[in-house]
């Protein structure tokens, strides 16, 4: 206690090991007090989140109140290392030891003591809490941010380092925004129909201090209010198209989020996960590339097979029964198998593609022009085609390709120019937080970006769709980019890349005169000149707008690379030079900003990884 402004108080943590109450909800119950310095600020108790993970780790200080233990072997109490044991089957003796020792050799080496992990915690419930159990690890020793210590994530082998360049390419950022993104998770435990034969109940996981608002909800019911709330993305978003809400909004004179959310408030329109089984609202088309959804990825294969193709399958789980089914999702029949058609793109023959309507022979590694980047080292790799794809095989590249001209050369008379109404999840950490201010859910009103999802329209003209892929569009020159909250001008490397790529003639046709990117190589060259990972230029703005934001000077971590630009084509000017040596990638805003040739410094917070190529997807 350093002032006397402080007072201490006792909160009440939940603990969840011991049993249940009667008539108690949560599988856990039970809770301990601990004691915390406050200070009162406008009449509230307010303390740190410090003092709050010390009172949770079960920390004593002079004059706190509460339960504490009376040494690291004390189980009765949570935090401490025999209480652990009885969870974990560690013994309490080597947690000790691995924690004195980690924190030692931080000491001793200035932080370079490290966590290295592979999936590891991501196949058990509650990961995300695992996570940070590492950072509060690591951050309390000193080693986050040190080259050779912090946390090591390989999840996966393959991390797209120009990210925002391939991120801008393949969801069509530069003539479209926002894309339509959700956790495929969510996406396929309604689609193939898991939820009718899942019976935990939301509050189960809920605190035991109190009842809850959980009480009487499945797990979907919580899917389905967050989706309401605009909490999580979901697609197909309402009960009727989104194009057919953007025509509907039109005849009646009304802005789009202004005529949906009437809708919503009349209940003449509901949200498509209320109702996931009726026809207007399953998914129809399912395009698999490179992946053996069937074989491999999917969880609980059984089901995807009954529910989402309507094929032979051996589920086993009986449905739930009547009284114990959820309270906001239409019950109904289940859909005998959802899609209309799957198609597969792929060189091997899998469970997916003997599922699928249309399997089309895709090029290999070698047949085709791609890049490749990893977590494990610094360096960009370029593929080149070694030999040409054989027979009807195509590369992903261009198959994608083909099919967005097809459906420009279908779509006057079809389709046409539509106002697609995209909606928009609520941000984390942005003003739209604020919209539940002190964490208090407001009542539903079906207000568009406050109550519910944000609600954008936009024009999309599907007789341009192949033009729109072979050119790049306006929005990059105008807009920008933006990556982890930092703002980039790419006026001068959309110019460079028209020099670079050549560009679209004057035709009369969407992005006439824009920069090209109408093969493999020229759309890797456009995923590199957009990112600061591979533009040097781009790495120094990122930096400088960084010194601005947080006064400390950043930018000399990439000054001198400012001509720094790895592309594909500029490797193979000669044909000695064919077979191109990897490029190292420069410091960045984006990623770790430190690095060298033996050792990545690696920021856990700043990690995300992606399993595809830049140079192989494209939108439309």
């Given amino acids: 206690m350093d002032t006397d402004e402080w007072e201490p108080v006792e909160i009440a943590l939940p603990r969840f090991d011991l049993p249940a109450a009667p008539g108690q909800a949560s599988i856990g119950g039970g809770y301990v007090l ?49 209480w ?22 931080a000491v001793e080496t200035q932080g370079r003591s490290m966590i290295l992990m592979g999936a590891g915690t991501n196949h058990y419930y509650h990961s995300d809490e695992m996570y940070r159990t590492f950072l509060a690890l690591t951050e309390m020793c000193g080693t986050q941010g040190r080259n050779g210590g912090g946390w090591a994530h390989y999840v996966g082998q393959e991390k797209v380092r120009p990210i925002m360049g391939w991120g801008s390419f393949t969801f069509a950022l530069d003539w479209a925004r926002p894309p339509r993104q959700m956790i495929s998770t969510g996406w396929y435990y309604m689609t ?6 899942d019976g935990a109940p939301a509050s189960a996981m809920a605190n035991p201090i109190k009842s809850s608002h959980l009480d ?4 979907v019911d919580t899917l389905v209010e967050s989706v309401q709330r605009g909490w999580m993305p979901c697609y197909p978003t309402f009960s009727k198209g989104s194009t057919q809400l953007g025509r509907e909004a039109a005849e009646a004179g009304m802005a789009p989020a202004e005529y949906v959310s009437q809708e919503l408030r009349e209940g003449r329109l509901q949200f498509a996960i209320e109702d996931p089984d009726a026809h207007h609202n399953v998914p129809k088309i399912l395009a698999n590339w490179r992946t053996n959804l069937l074989g491999s990825s999917a969880k609980g294969t059984e089901f995807f097979l009954r529910h989402m193709l309507g094929t032979g399958n051996e589920v086993n789980a009986e449905e739930l029964e009547e009284g114990n089914r959820p309270a906001s999702v239409n019950w109904r029949d289940a859909h005998p198998g959802k899609l209309d058609l ?25 047949e085709k022009h791609d890049l490749s980047s990893t977590d494990m080292h610094p360096f960009m790799h370029c593929f080149d085609e070694a030999v040409n794809p054989p027979w009807e095989a195509r590369t992903d590249f261009e198959v994608f390709q083909t099919l967005a001209h097809l459906v420009g050369r279908l779509a006057p008379g079809h389709l046409g120019t539509q106002t697609d109404v995209v909606a928009v999840p609520l941000g984390h950490d942005s ?9 208090v859910v407001p009542e539903q009103t079906w207000t568009p970006g406050k109550t519910m999802p944000k609600l954008v329209p936009i024009e999309r003209d599907y007789t341009q769709v192949g033009y729109k892929f072979d050119r790049m569009g306006p929005l990059l020159e105008k807009a920008g ?18 020099d670079l790529n050549g560009r679209a003639p004057m035709d009369g046709n969407a992005g006439e005169g824009a920069p090209l990117c109408d093969t493999a190589i020229k759309a890797a060259n456009m995923a590199m ?17 960084l010194e601005k934001r947080v006064g400390n000077e950043m930018a000399f971590l990439a000054e001198g690379d400012e001509e720094k630009k790895i592309t594909l084509s500029g490797h193979r000017r000669t044909a000695a030079q064919r077979h191109h040596q990897p490029r190292v990638v420069g410091f960045r805003a984006r990623w770790s900003p430190l690095q060298c040739l033996c050792a990545e410094r690696r920021v856990p917070q700043a990690m995300a990884h992606a399993h595809r190529s830049p140079a192989v997807l494209r939108r439309s």
């Avoid at 193939?192 to 034969?197: G, N, P, V």
């Avoid at 060189?347 to 070698?366: G, K």
Wanted: charged share 20%.
């Fill in 431 to 439: 003003p739209d937080a604020m919209t539940m201010a002190d964490g």
């Fill in 192 to 197: 193939t129909d898991q939820w009718r034969y």
């Fill in 34 to 82: 601990r004691g915390v310095p406050v200070r009162r600020v406008n009449g509230r108790l307010v303390t740190t989140v410090y003092d709050i993970l010390l009172a949770q780790y079960a920390v004593e200080r002079e004059g706190l109140p509460g339960q504490w233990p009376t040494d690291y072997m004390d189980a009765s109490t949570p935090g401490t290392p025999a």
């Fill in 216 to 219: 009487g909800k499945q797990l």
């Fill in 529 to 545: 000149r957009f990112s600061g990972t591979t533009n040097g230029s781009l790495a120094v703005q990122g930096f400088r707008t």
């Fill in 481 to 498: 980019l933006a990556s982890k909250g930092v703002a980039y001008n790419v006026q001068e490397a959309f110019e460079q890349l028209g």
């Fill in 84 to 105: 652990q044991e009885e969870f974990t089957s560690v013994p309490a003796g080597a947690a000790i030891k691995i924690g004195r020792e980690f924190a030692a050799n």
């Fill in 342 to 366: 799957m198609w597969v793109a792929d060189f091997r023959n899998t469970s997916t593609t003997l599922h699928s309507d249309v399997v089309l022979p895709a090029a290999t590694w070698y």
